[in-house]
């Protein structure tokens, strides 16, 4: 009479102990598999482009970059160099300047044919930032908006601190 | 004897009001383009209080003169002072600066007391004075 009981018993946890096991194997198969895609991912996700480590331009300072190219032979082919400087109200401002020549240190830029040069030092403090060209009517200049590193600073957008 | 004093006065009132600004040709000459490509009657000067140091200067486009507007001419271009900002920016200097990096109206004012390091920001005595008023 036990027996039987047992027996039945058995024949109910069975399918379940079998589907624990399937289960289990199931989990040990795809971890390793998708560890597997994982590191082929990774590396793709390396190359692509990640926003926190490049500074942008946008499409106001390309249109200007290029329009300063083609206006004088003395301005064609050169680059827009952004340094950080120690000054201003806050302690850093930017400088701009066009630039034909890079260092071996120097990080590049490019889009449309148009490139921003920053030189080692200067890009920690401006990585992820944006340059931009801003028109205005007391002036016309390029400025670095949106700069993740800054943290507060001056409101005339030249001059700030990091954080 | 005291019609030749009035006479004189009045020959000495518009003198000393246009040297509430002065221009320098260069600023004249963008002040005139940017009012013939807009068709606008004037440019108008101000201040606000921002930056970080006390004021800056605003530039608009006017085309009437507000009833205690400063009117300057100067060099064939009119500019507009607004009340508030007279008493800051009295004997200034308004130049233009054309780089191939920025191109930009500057202010060379004789009252600034501390210029911001962008050199848009600017303090006065009179706005050092109103900072420290509403600052205790």
Do not use: W
């Amino acid at each position: 009479m036990s027996i039987s009981r047992s027996r039945i018993h058995l024949h109910r946890l069975t399918p379940f102990i079998f589907n624990r096991i399937r289960q289990n194997q199931r989990l040990l198969t795809t971890s390793s598999s998708s560890a597997v895609r994982q590191s082929p991912q990774s590396s793709s996700s390396s190359q692509e482009v990640d926003d926190s480590t490049i500074v942008r331009m946008t499409d106001n300072c390309t249109r200007r970059l290029k329009q300063l190219s083609e206006k004088e032979a003395s301005t064609e082919g050169k680059m827009l160099r952004l340094s950080v400087e120690t000054g201003g109200c806050s302690g850093f401002q930017y400088a701009f300047l066009l630039d034909d020549k890079t260092n071996s240190d120097d990080r590049v830029f490019e889009k449309e044919g148009v490139k921003l040069v920053v030189d080692n030092i200067s890009y920690d403090f401006v990585k992820g930032a944006t340059v931009d060209y801003v028109e205005e009517l007391i002036r016309s200049a390029f400025v670095v908006t949106e700069n993740p590193s800054a943290v507060g600073g001056c409101s005339c957008k030249s001059s700030f601190m990091v954080k | 004897m005291a019609s030749s004093f009035f006479a004189a006065a009045q020959k000495a009132g518009p003198a000393i009001r246009r040297q509430a600004l002065s221009l320098t040709d260069a600023a004249a000459a963008r002040i005139h383009h940017l009012l013939q490509q807009r068709q606008r009657q004037f440019l108008k000067l101000g201040v606000k209080a921002r930056g970080c140091n006390g004021l800056s200067y605003t530039l608009n486009y006017a085309d009437e003169k507000g009833k205690f507007d400063e009117l300057v001419e100067d060099k064939g271009v009119k500019i507009l002072i607004d009340p508030k900002a007279l008493m800051h920016v009295i004997g200034t200097k308004m130049d233009f600066v054309d780089d191939t990096l920025r191109s930009e109206f500057v202010f060379i004012n004789p009252n600034s007391k501390g210029q911001c390091g962008c050199g848009e920001s600017f303090m006065t005595t009179t706005s050092a004075g109103a900072a420290k008023a509403s600052g205790s």
